[in-house]
């Protein structure tokens, strides 16, 4: 064995395509070491923890994991269940990360910086491939890794508010006024929404769960205005299909939405560019500039900005990532995955192969490895790390033998009126128990707000789509 192999491979990310990974790793047999920024496992998860994905508990769960879990006496959910997203870490995440074959590999609060080459920057070829990678994380730390499987993620990188991809100006000023996506607007946030006026920016469908939670909210709380604004002259994409929706529960609920706005409780502005952000005697005030270069604004109290993610390469900078100009995926896996052309649930099965950079041994897998795509999910998270470790393994055959059973239910399109008609992933859903179901959503797949009680069905989408 060299010495390169005898390093542990470094997994970034404890959530739960690098958890998968770790489990993967351990039965392979490879030393490995998980790096997670969080103080738990998890810690993406936890903060849309009262959100509920779309997948049920059967598409949520690694089948390396599941079987270190099983072995443990480990206690499985409801396979047709629907999770929220602190269900998914206090009955999954957190329970794997507690193995005794995992558990001493995990370290916390171990935030990476920077990946390199030992002694090599991104110019030097001449024994590239030999050189171990180092890893220097925030405090100052290095270690040295024979791979780097990097599923940190995108939940901290969310896209700008600005058109043009571009932050608009004063965006930054105004941070105290913004808030991520998916904010718990009916729990722990309730207080800096309730009697506030609030711009909801973006025309997808986390954008929609928010606008679901704020109507709610302001018929319970006096004075809560709510303003939805999009870029678009038209917000078909976000209603869906209506009655005539493949899948029930997102037809009504998108239908739930365009009532609020038609009763006037949601006040819908369409052509809304962000230009401007700017303090105004405790608001913000948010200018819009249009193609004929005339000005409008509007001045709120908070603004949810649900413009979706993109993914950070800052700590590659000194590696050969070879990255589709379009998606920010290689440019193998790119075409795979363009929501343009694909669902979630036509996106082929793909492994290491489509994963590879020129530089050898390093892998972005998960919600990373699709760059600006919003159609992952973590089934194909699951399958992306099964055939990396089998590479790592050097079982080729295993590797190159990719595979992925996705529910034929059309949860995970990115365009639901796209899924009206559609025989494929998108088709008709099952019959499940009644209940509320929200939009299916490009943060990090199919998610809904919780509690939305706003819809009874006696279909509801048992679909694919999760983080």
Known sequence: MSVLEELPVAVIGAGPVGLAAAAHLHERGLPFVVL??????GAAVRQWGHVRVFSPWRYDLDAAARRLLDEAGWVAPDPDALPTGAELVTGYLQPLAELPQLKPHLRYGAR????SRLGLDRLRTAGREQAPFLIRL??????????VVDASGTWGTPNVLGASGLPAHGERAVTPFLEHALPDVLGVDRERFAGRHTLVVGAGHSAANTLLSLAELAAAAPGTEVTWAIRSASPGRTYGGGDADALPARGALGARLREHVEAGRITLLT????????????????????????????????I????GFRPDHSITAELRLDLDPVM???????????????SCGTVPPHGVDELAHPEAGYYAVGMKSYGRAPTFLMATGYEQVRSVVAALAGDWDAARDVQLDLPETGVCNSNPA?????????????????????LATGISGGLLSTPLHLVSLDAAPSGCCGS
């Open 328 to 342: 920010g995926a290689t440019r193998a896996l790119a075409p795979l995955i363009d929501p343009n052309e694909h």
């Open 271 to 302: 052509a809304f560019s962000v230009h401007a952000l700017t303090p105004d005697h405790g608001r913000v005030a948010v200018v819009v500039r249009h193609a004929d270069g005339g000005e409008e604004s509007v001045v709120v109290d908070r």
């Open 418 to 438: 796209d899924s009206a008609a559609s025989d494929g992933c998108c088709g008709p859903a099952p019959t499940a128990e009644p209940g509320s179901r929200g």
């Open 304 to 307: 949810v900005a649900a413009t």
């Open 36 to 41: 997670e920024a969080g103080e738990t496992a």
């Open 138 to 147: 925030a405090d100052g730390q290095e270690l040295l890794a024979r791979a």
């Open 112 to 115: 990476v910086e920077a990946i």
